[in-house]
């Protein structure tokens, strides 16, 4: 999207099941994420099994999602310190009703 010309390209060996760094370049053209905001990108974003837990047991006893996350909050120290968003909160639940 905006033009970053770095590139990770992995050849698979599928009947050694290797795979091989074919092209590596870390040229880019913007600044990248400090450490402590990686966690935080869509593809790092990962429930931990405890924590899936207890948001289907919370979830069983009809508390509610912001509930659910304030306690989750309340838990690690703050908002900002929960391993995960409340929209990837909502997202699991809707998951889980299909």
């Keep these: 999207r905006c033009g970053c010309v ?3 390209i992995v050849n698979v ?11 590596f370049m870390d040229d880019h053209n913007h600044e990248l994420l400090e450490e402590d905001s990686c966690s935080m990108l869509p593809s790092h974003i990962r ?7 207890q948001i289907e047991n ?6 509610r999602v912001p509930q659910i996350f304030g306690s989750f909050a309340n838990i ?4 900002d310190s929960v391993e995960f968003r409340k929209k990837d909160l909502h997202n699991h639940i809707a998951k889980k009703r299909r």
């Excluded at 060996?13 to 092209?23: A, G, Q, S, Y």
């Excluded at 919370?58 to 508390?63: P, Y």
Aim: glycine share 10%; hydrophobic share 45%; charged share 30%.
């Design 58 to 63: 919370l979830k069983k006893a009809r508390i």
């Design 47 to 53: 429930m931990i099994v405890g924590n899936v837990l």
């Design 76 to 79: 690690c120290g703050g908002y």
């Design 6 to 8: 770095a590139k990770f």
């Design 13 to 23: 060996k599928k009947n050694w099941l290797r795979w091989e760094v074919k092209k």
